[in-house]
């Protein structure tokens, strides 16, 4: 072989290796801004997951403590604990201490709410009124119980 047929060939080595580097530094520098993506989404997930979670915490320590003090219906209060626990805990729903509040949801499941419910005819309504009263006199005492323990539960795990 010739010195120029090898210089020619040693020149297109060198060009070739050099984009070759090229491309694999693109590669490598668009892997990790991908990576770093990645990690500032899930970091920003973790902390909107966090703020969802402590806001649902203070929620349940609200709906609880107006359980206590008589600021809210106990029907009503133990539908709102009810449907918070399922985001904040789902295991607390399954704990004997905290059943009533799934006992109460369970047994209201079949009453309108909101615009369904002031649709409802009078005679309607006053039946669902009455059954809902039954359930405070039924479960008024245990409501509130299980609502004290659920906001010690609460303030011991902020702790």
């Known amino acids: 072989m010739s010195d120029s047929v090898m210089y020619i060939l040693l020149v297109a ?64 209060g133990a539908i709102r604990v009810k449907s918070l626990l399922d985001y904040y805990n789902p295991a607390l729903n399954d704990e004997p201490a905290y059943a009533v509040f799934t006992e109460i949801h369970e047994q209201t499941e079949h009453i309108p709410i909101k615009e369904a419910w002031k649709k409802l005819e009078k005679p309607i309504r006053r039946k669902h009124e009455l059954f809902m009263a039954r359930l405070e006199i039924a479960h008024g ?19």
């Open 13 to 76: 080595g060198i060009l070739i290796s050099a984009v070759l580097m090229v491309v694999i530094y693109r590669q490598v520098r668009s892997l990790r801004r991908k990576q770093e993506e990645r990690l500032a989404n899930q970091e920003n997930l973790e902390r909107i997951q966090k703020e969802r979670y402590e806001y649902i915490e203070s929620s349940l320590n609200i709906l609880t403590d107006a359980l206590m003090n008589s600021q809210i219906g106990v029907v009503e």
């Open 141 to 159: 005492e245990e409501v509130v119980k299980a609502a004290g323990q659920l906001h010690a539960h609460i303030n011991k795990a902020k702790q």
